[in-house]
């Protein structure tokens, strides 16, 4: 049997329904975290394990000091160096979690994007704030979740650089395209092809599921699904939850691409098991 590693920060919802799936296909998955991988003078070791996985899915990176997370983020690396497959690969998780390299790799790629500005600084950002002369959004450069989340017009909106661990991440406000409230769509992309969909509807302007959104079944054209699989494409994640937002020309963009994304929300309104969609593919 095929060992697959699913690299967790604790053993969630998530976790179970991906062991769960990779059991019926007849693979042997164990759960790690990656905190507990060492690097050896013969290798990589795996607590309890002879030998390397045949695959990891790295279902979350436990937080931890730059060091640590750095190590970890290494150990894929190393996995990879040694053949492993892993999903998804410590360069596409780390152009994800830095939404600068994200908002970059998607502009290069001419993929519609709001214009987004990162600096260092709050002199550097009051002068991006006074020339943008529109609403922009304030994102930490390491965040999820709707966490940290703040819209500003004026420079003295602006924190404090201690505030933002001294980055401005800064990103134009897309306002609704409609009179039908705060909405923005949620693909789930593996291998380029869509997995599930949904709408997050909100009565406030973070559309984010842990902030109170709801999920709403949703069937996207295939011009979204194929931006939302260029998105994924760019930032070379093998799947990604890539969240899109209409604006008011009626132009379809890409918000962010999230390499390490949950999925239960989608799952309650999405046909099928979408652990079984994403074990199938990365068994194949």
């Keep these: 049997m095929k060992r697959i590693a699913i690299a967790i920060d604790r053993v969630d919802w998530h976790a179970r329904r991906l062991s769960a799936a990779f059991l019926a296909l007849d693979m042997a998955p164990f759960f790690v975290s990656l905190r507990d991988v060492a690097f050896t003078p013969a290798g990589l070791r795996f607590p ?23 190590r970890r983020l290494g150990v894929l690396h190393a996995l990879a160096a040694r053949g492993v497959a892993v999903w998804n690969s410590a360069r596409a998780i780390e152009r994800c979690v830095d939404k600068s390299m994200t908002a970059f790799l998607l502009a290069a790629a001419g993929i519609p994007t709001p214009e987004t500005w990162t600096v260092e600084g709050w002199n550097a950002a009051a002068a991006v704030v006074a020339q943008a002369a529109t609403e922009l959004v304030l994102k930490p450069l390491f965040g999820a979740q709707g966490r940290g989340l703040r819209r ?17 991440h800064l990103q134009r406000f897309v306002p609704p395209a409609d009179d039908t409230g705060f909405c923005d769509y949620r693909l789930l992309i593996c291998r380029g092809e869509l997995i599930a969909a949904m709408i997050r509807r909100s009565a406030e302007w973070v559309t ?31 799947y990604a939850g890539v969240d899109l937002i209409a604006a008011a020309d009626g132009r379809i963009l890409v918000l962010e691409v999230n390499s390490m994304p949950g999925w239960r929300g989608l799952q309650s309104v999405a046909e099928g098991s979408i652990a079984t969609a994403l074990a199938r593919r990365l068994v194949a």
């Design 48 to 70: 309890e394990l002879d030998g390397l996985p045949d695959a990891v899915f790295v279902r979350a990176i436990a937080a931890g000091s730059f060091e640590e997370v750095t």
């Design 152 to 168: 500003l017009r004026n420079p003295e909106d602006l924190p404090p650089p201690d505030a933002v661990a001294g980055v401005y």
């Design 208 to 238: 984010n599921l842990h902030r109170g959104a709801r999920p709403v079944p949703f069937v996207p054209t295939p011009e979204m699904v194929a931006l939302a699989a260029r998105a994924t494409a760019a930032v070379g994640a093998d």
